[in-house]
């Protein structure tokens, strides 16, 4: 790949895409290998302003970057409609992912417990070179660092403002991400670029895949440390449910972490901006409710509640949810005390203050809205010309490598339709 510095400007460009992360990348890729699939050469420039090329890649799944999942779904989004998210979906399967990824030597193995795809090499470093690699191949020089300031539209196409100066391109594929890990250059400037071209966004936008915070002194921050399996449950003020997800739950000193915590931290936050009194509660005993684990202290009420739960849970949380309910840990228990008990082993409210923010959050929630964008080419209906892919759209994943794969995904469609766009128009023209 041609590497440019943040003085040297690329020359103007057939595509610029706006963003070299996961999105950015597949997009160029794909934009220059359909432009060489039908016989034509264009100039494909890609500006990045992280200080870090491919930061957030490198830092995903613990370093190891989780690429996708064995089975991928609409079902595994939430932000834009069901139906929307599977037109795109469908354009780029799980399968086409590895196929890729495989022409660039990099294999996979699939996580047991979680159905998640790794590159053997456990190293994210893999599938950024990959990707650096697939993009280079297609004719895509780089320009990086370099951040974009401005854009606007010409007779020509776009009119992009760097530091350096002022890049013209006939398209341009705005894959900028969100507003999580701001230090890998996702912080939200593209989303301000959007809206100079007319699109809006959606309300709220707030951090999703975050731990989120427990007021001061909450006796769950006692537990720092403790990871265990537990069922979080999103209520309405009426009691209905709205959301519930079952999975590794992590105490922190500041409130609670793991996996089933970030996937409802989105819900927790999207739906507390319309309703502030909506309910979070955590079921230590997934999969037992108020009458069996009552049952469960009624016949074993010789053995006092600590002899009973601490087979199922932790000595600590047993004496915390003794000591929060007021139900003696050993000794009889009176009626009300156990059914006290009982209730907040499967229901313990939590007083969710907020949540990491964006410094820490692995995606965003919120962004330009669906319905402004043509799904069968990713490309702006607001604003012909211009394409959107990955994060700075109103879809975001469950975790597991659902937020990656929407970037495969919108980034092919993207990047494929802008070229094919492009052959379009030039062959109109000759016409």
Not at 21 to 44: D, K, Q, V
């Amino acid at each position: 790949m041609t590497l440019c510095s943040d003085d040297s400007p690329a020359a103007p460009a057939d595509i610029l895409v706006i963003g070299a992360g996961a999105a950015g990348l597949f997009a160029a890729t794909w934009a220059g290998r359909t432009a060489m699939a039908a016989g034509r050469s264009l100039r494909l420039v890609a500006v990045d302003g992280a200080r870090k090329l491919g930061a957030k890649i490198l830092v995903s799944g613990g370093g190891r970057c989780n690429v996708t999942h064995h089975a991928v779904s609409e079902l595994d989004y939430a932000g834009a409609s069901p139906p929307a998210i599977r037109k795109v979906l469908r354009r780029f399967s799980v399968a086409d992912t590895t196929r890729f990824f495989s022409e660039h030597g990099v294999e996979f193995y699939r996580e047991p417990d979680t159905g998640k795809l790794f590159p053997i090499t456990d190293s994210s470093r893999t599938i950024l070179d990959a990707l650096l690699r697939a993009a280079s191949e297609a004719g895509t020089t780089l320009l990086h660092p370099a951040q974009v300031t401005a854009m606007a539209r010409t007779d020509e196409g776009f009119s992009v403002v760097t530091p350096s100066g002022v890049l013209p391109a006939r398209r341009v594929i705005l894959c900028t991400g969100g507003k999580s890990l701001p230090k890998s250059g996702s912080d939200g400037g593209g989303f301000d670029l959007a809206r100079s071209l007319g699109h809006s966004l959606t309300d709220p936008i707030v951090p999703a895949l975050v731990p989120l915070l427990l007021p001061h002194g909450h006796w769950i921050a006692s537990l720092s440390g403790l990871a265990l399996p537990a069922t979080l449950t999103l209520r309405s003020a009426a009691g209905r449910r709205l959301f519930e997800t079952t999975g590794s739950t992590l105490c922190t000193h500041l409130g609670l972490s793991g996996p089933a915590v970030l996937d409802v931290s989105r819900h927790v936050l999207v739906t507390r901006h319309a309703d502030p009194v909506v309910t979070l509660s955590i079921n230590w005993l997934p999969g037992e409710t108020v009458e069996s684990v009552d049952r469960m202290l009624i016949d074993g009420q010789r053995r006092g509640a600590l002899g009973v739960l601490r087979q199922q849970l932790t000595e600590r949380l047993v004496r915390c949810l003794c000591e929060a309910t007021g139900a003696p840990p050993t000794g009889d228990l009176s009626r009300e005390s156990r059914r006290s008990l009982a209730q907040a082993v499967v229901a313990t409210p939590l007083p969710i203050t907020g949540s990491r923010g964006f410094t820490v959050a692995e995606a965003t929630a919120g962004g330009i809205p669906l319905n402004e964008i043509r799904l069968e080419t990713m490309e702006s209906r607001v604003c012909p010309g211009l394409y959107f892919a990955g994060e700075v759209l109103d879809v975001d994943g469950r975790i597991g490598g659902f937020n990656f794969h929407w970037a495969w995904a919108s980034g092919f469609v993207a990047g494929s339709s802008a070229a094919r766009d492009l052959a379009h128009s030039a062959t109109t023209s000759i016409g």
